[in-house]
């Protein structure tokens, strides 16, 4: 630790000593964002390093070495990322205490969904070659799409800016022991002419293992010996092109092509040995998107944006023996691929009629189709492939908003939509629960849904220094197949019946800028009712045959099942503050808190406690500039303790919550600019190397180093 503390004030000093070139030039986001593939988020951006409440800048992104989208946004007050454990082991993000079915993720405004469960993980998302992140907390315009139960994310792409536009960028980093451990790397280059422009992006991520903090003390060596973690390697890469067309100073129509393709092992739970372990691995996690976007202005007073879509999800899930991840001859070794495609788009129709009065019209159409078919293994070392299953579906959203300027300084938007939903086909393969005989593909009960959304905001600019706002937005999310018709390896009930979840969300806050200084500050409050849970169920009667009317076997039950019911309600409330300042020149500063309290829970169990969210978290960092040049940034991360829940109990105990996770981890970047166009840094997270678990079983990753190159033109 000492060693490397000392090579990296070295580093600085030397830096120091020979500098001679310009600052850095300033991150170009307010240009190079494109536009069409923007939602609607209502607080104004700063001006500094770009971390506000609702956007995320590509300067932070790189600056902070944030490469995934879940340690990125991490960054920004009301959010927090997680670890979901268990064999999956999927990156999680939370919005003010709202999960990923509650959160609806966007690549320039196009949902990224996947119809059977719409398990992201959001560590498979990259973030070095976009533009910015932006979040809507809470109040998420109705115009942008059903589902934003809780808020919506989106993540910008780049724009050309000039007319020979080239950024290019690499890191290389190294473990605790400063062993290589992988590598991030991306370039862009794009032209803007006249009346059009053109852009290819590539992004890759690959990281060879991360080491445990010095600190781990393996309990069971055969889960987890400690330095490497086992099982940490991951792949990531993308690729993005986009041609678009400006005729006028009003149009804009952008044709853009997104492949990401993505490989991940699991870790395996550090000393949980009463759960048989389970061998998993996802060689493929691949995301294909075609779209059109468009801005067409009608004469002086309307303007017409659409978007059309083509995506594709396709994966794999494979399940071995044993650690080795070599053989494939157990009853619980499998291979499970999901085939996943949707199409549709959207239109809305932004007409002012008059200086003051806008009224926007739009509608959303989605085709979802899910197609699956498990390959089981046995001793006998004959595989057994199941027929494909297709599950189907298509979603609907029509929204009106209207926004009236009441005074110069005051603006009140009233917005509302109504969604539904048409389920066409939901097929599975087996003997239905309860039921013995051969199995047969069979289909689960059909049932339609429909919901409403509500929501209304005043804005007022109560000073050229001061803006106010307040909110209140009712907002739904429909359930996913999974969530419906799940049987969870013959352990669970369907619920063709049920219900879309509903949050009522209440904001008060605002912005204060003067001179050097801004200041952000929101209080947040949210009522949760109809919340899905996994509740126990009473006896299930066997049934001898698979169609109505069923008729019941005599003497025979089902026990310890369950299902997802709608028997939840709570509320979610708290804080969040920003500030950012310029010191003096050439020393920024700046961060933010985030406070939340989250009470959910259900009759049946008054045990359970909601996971992954702390009630303390903050970010605070400085930006110092000694010489042209060069910068310093340290920065620290910290959070309180959250709530998880302990796994390694037999299944007879009941559930057993605890607090764990509290952390505070320091970080440096140095970043030296030898020429106008290119740039050098070096820079570590997690100093002081601190040992902490946002999950029960799966430690984080302790000290990391990097060594960073950026060209741009």
């Not at 030039?25 to 069409?36: I, T």
């Not at 037999?650 to 970043?671: F, K």
Request: aromatic content about 12%.
């Amino acid at each position: 630790m000492r060693a490397t503390l000392a090579l990296m004030m070295g580093a600085v000093t030397l830096l120091a000593s020979t500098a001679q070139a310009q600052d850095v030039a300033p991150d170009a986001d307010a240009d190079n964002r494109f536009s069409l593939g923007q939602i609607i988020v209502t607080a104004p951006r700063t001006q500094s390093m770009g971390i506000d409440s609702s956007t995320l800048s590509s300067d932070a992104i790189y600056t902070f070495n944030r490469t995934a989208l879940d340690d990125a946004v991490n960054l920004m007050p009301g959010v927090s990322s997680g670890n979901s454990g268990g064999t999956r082991n999927e990156r999680l993000v939370f919005v003010r205490g709202f999960d990923r079915f509650q959160v609806p993720l966007s690549i320039d405004g196009i949902r990224v969904y996947l119809p059977a469960d719409n398990r992201l993980d959001y560590g498979r998302f990259l973030t070095t070659d976009i533009s910015e992140v932006q979040l809507a907390k809470g109040y998420a315009s109705v115009l942008d799409g059903p589902g934003a139960m809780g808020g919506a994310i989106n993540l910008v792409t780049r724009k050309p800016t000039k007319e020979l536009d080239i950024d290019v960028r690499g890191t290389v980093n190294f473990d605790n022991d400063t062993d290589y451990a992988g590598y991030s790397t991306s370039a862009m280059v794009g032209t803007k002419q006249d009346k059009w422009y053109a852009q290819a992006s590539y992004a890759r991520s690959f990281t060879d293992h991360w080491d445990l903090p010095n600190d781990f003390t393996p309990r069971n060596t055969a889960l987890e010996d400690g330095g490497a973690r086992d099982f940490s390697r991951t792949r990531d890469w993308r690729v993005n092109a986009k041609i678009g067309f400006t005729p006028n100073a009003t149009d804009e129509y952008a044709l853009s092509y997104t492949y990401q393709e993505g490989a991940k092992s699991a870790p395996l739970h550090i000393s949980d040995t009463v759960t048989t372990p389970r061998f998993w691995d996802w060689p493929e996690w691949n995301i294909t998107s075609i779209y059109f976007l468009s801005t067409t202005a009608l004469g002086d007073r309307a303007t017409l944006k659409t978007r059309a879509y083509y995506n594709q999800f396709d994966s794999i899930l494979r399940s071995f023996n044993d650690r080795t991840m070599s053989t494939q001859s157990r009853p619980f070794a499998f291979d499970s691929p999901y085939a996943d495609k949707a199409w549709g788009g959207s239109a809305q129709l932004d007409f002012r009629a008059t200086d003051t009065d806008t009224l926007r019209l739009a509608f959303h159409y989605r085709h979802d189709k899910h197609v699956e078919a498990q390959t089981s293994f046995s001793t006998a070392g004959v595989p057994t492939t199941e027929p494909d299953q297709t599950q189907t579906e298509n979603s609907f959203s029509l929204a009106l908003e209207n926004e009236i300027a009441l005074t110069p300084a005051l603006r009140f938007t009233l917005g509302g939509s109504f969604d539904w939903r048409d389920l066409k086909l939901a097929e599975e393969f087996g003997a239905p629960l309860g039921t013995t005989g051969t199995s047969v593909i069979y289909n689960y009960p059909r049932r339609d849904a429909d919901t409403w959304n509500a929501q209304g905001r005043f804005d007022w600019q109560a000073s050229e220094a001061l803006n106010l706002h307040a909110s209140l937005s009712s907002r739904a999310r429909f359930p996913t197949i999974f969530e419906r018709f799940s049987q969870r390896f013959n352990t669970a009930i369907p619920n063709p019946n049920l219900k879309a979840e509903r949050a009522t969300n209440a904001e008060i806050g605002g912005t204060w800028t003067h001179n050097r200084l801004r200041m952000e500050a929101a209080a947040f409050y949210s009522w949760i009712d109809d919340a899905i849970f996994t509740v126990a169920t009473p006896a299930y009667p066997c049934t001898a045959t698979t169609t109505p009317p069923a008729v019941p076997t005599p003497g025979c039950t089902l026990t310890n099942l369950t299902q997802s019911q709608n028997v939840g309600s709570g509320k979610y409330y708290g804080v969040e503050l920003s500030v950012s300042l310029t010191v003096l020149p050439g020393l920024d500063i700046g961060a933010n808190y985030t406070g939340i309290k989250r009470d959910l829970s259900y009759a049946a169990n008054p045990a359970f406690r909601p996971t992954g969210v702390p009630a303390h978290k903050g970010f605070a960092y400085a930006d110092w500039s000694p010489v042209d040049g060069l910068h310093v940034v340290p920065s620290v991360d910290l959070a309180s303790n959250r709530w998880t829940l302990f796994t390694a109990l037999p299944a007879s105990q009941p559930q057993r919550y605890y607090r764990t996770g509290a952390y505070v981890n320091a970080g440096i970047r140095v970043d030296y600019a030898l020429t106008d166009n290119i740039d050098i840094g070096i820079g570590g997270r997690n100093l002081f190397d601190d040992y902490y678990t946002l999950t029960d079983g799966f430690p984080e990753t302790g000290r990391t180093l990097f060594a960073s190159i950026r060209a741009h033109y």
